[in-house]
C-alpha cells in the first residue's frame, strides 16, 4: 500500500475527535473551509494549486485491515466498526486551479458529516498549502520573464519525493514549460527538459569530445553544457564542432550556463555563436536562480533564452509556509464563530468563486495558459 494514501496521514486529534463525536451523536452536517489568514511578505497574491489531489485522497479514502488492527490497539470498537465502512460521501466545492486568490478567500470548502470532515483536515491542509505554495512562488518567475521558457530543475533538493513530484506539477500549473523530472512526466503528462551535467564532461579527457559524443547520441536534443572549464573557450569549442555535426545534419540546439556572471557570459557567449554562424542556438541558463535574479539578467538584457529554475522554487526558499487553515463555518445549519485573537474571521459560509457543486468533483486542472491570464489579469488587484 501506498503510505501517502493512507488515512493514517493524519494528526491524532482527528481520530480522538472523531471517537468523542460518535459516542456524542455528532454527526450533523458541517461546512469546513480552507483559506489563507495573510499573504506573505513580498508577496501581493497566491496561486490555488493541489485540487487533484485531494479529490483523489477523497475518493479513495479507505481504511485497509491492518490499519483497522492497529487502530484496534488504541480505540474502541464501536470507533473501528465506523472506519471499517468509512467513505467520504460529502461535498466538496473549490477554486478552479490556477485561480489568483487572496487573504481570507477560501480555497475550499467541505460539507459532509462532522466526523467525516473533521477526520480529512491533516491530508487536505498538506495537500493545498504545499502546491499553492510552490505555485504562487512559481507564478512570479513567469510573470518576470513571461516569454521565456522556464523547467523546474529543483527535485533534488526538495523535501523528500513527493514534494519534488508536486512542485513539478504546481510550477507547470502556474505557466513553467516543463521539468526535469521524469516521474512527473509519466504521472502529470508535463514536458521533460534536460542536458548534460558537468561530470559527463569531467568524464571524459578532451570537451570537444564530450560535446560531440552527447551530440551524436541525442541528435534530436543537442544541449551542451559549456562552463565546465572556460564558458567562452567551450562556447568556441561548440562553434568549431558544429561544422562537422551539420554534415551528419546534427544541428546543435542550445547551450547551457550554469555559474558565474551569467550576464556577462551570456552576452559574450551570444557574440561568439553569433560569430560562428549559430544564431540559431539558444543560451538556458540555471544556477540559483529565482525570480529577483531573473529580473536581475532581463535589466542586463542578457541574451538568454531559458532558465532553469531550481531549489529557490521547490522549497520556496523565501517563504516557506503559508498562513493557511481549514475552520468550522456551520454545524447542523448553525454558523460557528471563532474569536481568537487576530484569528477572526466573519462566520457563515464565505462567498467565493467555487466550481459548480457535485458529490465530489473531480477537475482536471486548467494548466499553463490559464493561470498565465489569470495572473495577469488580476495581479493589479
Not at 555559474?259 to 539558444?282: P, Q, Y
Amino acid at each position: 500500500m501506498n503510505p501517502l494514501s493512507s488515512p493514517l496521514l493524519a494528526d491524532l486529534y482527528q481520530f480522538t475527535m472523531l471517537q468523542s463525536y460518535l459516542e456524542q451523536g455528532m454527526e450533523e452536517t458541517a461546512v469546513f473551509e480552507l483559506f489563507v489568514r495573510k499573504l506573505p511578505p513580498g508577496r501581493n497574491f497566491l496561486v490555488a494549486a493541489g485540487l487533484e489531489q485531494v479529490i483523489e485522497f477523497l475518493e479513495n479514502l479507505r481504511f485497509s485491515p491492518e490499519e483497522l488492527d492497529w487502530l484496534a490497539t488504541r480505540f474502541p470498537p464501536h470507533v473501528i466498526r465506523y472506519l471499517a465502512h468509512f467513505r467520504f460521501d460529502g461535498d466538496v466545492h473549490a477554486m478552479p486551479e490556477g485561480t489568483i486568490f487572496f487573504p481570507n478567500e477560501p480555497i475550499v470548502r467541505i460539507t459532509a458529516p462532522m466526523p467525516q470532515a473533521q477526520l480529512v483536515e491533516s491530508r487536505i491542509i498538506n495537500l493545498l498549502h504545499f502546491e499553492t505554495l510552490i505555485a504562487s512562488k512559481a507564478a512570479r518567475s513567469v510573470l518576470t520573464v513571461p516569454d521565456k521558457l522556464l523547467v523546474d530543475f529543483g527535485m533534488r533538493r526538495a523535501h523528500g519525493a513527493e514534494a519534488g513530484l508536486l512542485a513539478a506539477r504546481a510550477s507547470y500549473l502556474a505557466g513553467f514549460s516543463g521539468t526535469a523530472t521524469v516521474l512527473a512526466g509519466t504521472l502529470y503528462g508535463i514536458p521533460l527538459f534536460g542536458t548534460m551535467a558537468h561530470s559527463y564532461i569531467q568524464a571524459h579527457q578532451d570537451e570537444s569530445a564530450a560535446f560531440e559524443h552527447f551530440s551524436r547520441c541525442h541528435p534530436d536534443n543537442t544541449v551542451l553544457l559549456i562552463d565546465t572549464y572556460d564558458t567562452e573557450a567551450a562556447a568556441r569549442k561548440v562553434v568549431s564542432l558544429a561544422p562537422k555535426l551539420a554534415a551528419s545534419k546534427i544541428s546543435i540546439r542550445g547551450v547551457r550556463l550554469d555559474s558565474g556572471d551569467l550576464a556577462e557570459h551570456a552576452h559574450n557567449v551570444r557574440r561568439i555563436l553569433d560569430a560562428g554562424g549559430l544564431r540559431d542556438t539558444t543560451i538556458f541558463a540555471s544556477g540559483n536562480l529565482d525570480e529577483y535574479k531573473l529580473h536581475a539578467l532581463l535589466s542586463a538584457q542578457a541574451p538568454i533564452d531559458g532558465f532553469g529554475i531550481g531549489t529557490a522554487l521547490d522549497i520556496s526558499i523565501d517563504t516557506s509556509a503559508l498562513d493557511c487553515a481549514y475552520k468550522l463555518q456551520e454545524y447542523a445549519g448553525k454558523p460557528r464563530r471563532k474569536h481568537s485573537e487576530g484569528k477572526e474571521r466573519p462566520h457563515g459560509r464565505e462567498e467565493s468563486r467555487f466550481t459548480a457543486r457535485t458529490t465530489v468533483m473531480a477537475v482536471s486542472p486548467p494548466m499553463s495558459s490559464h493561470c498565465k491570464t489569470a495572473i495577469r489579469n488580476r495581479t493589479k488587484r
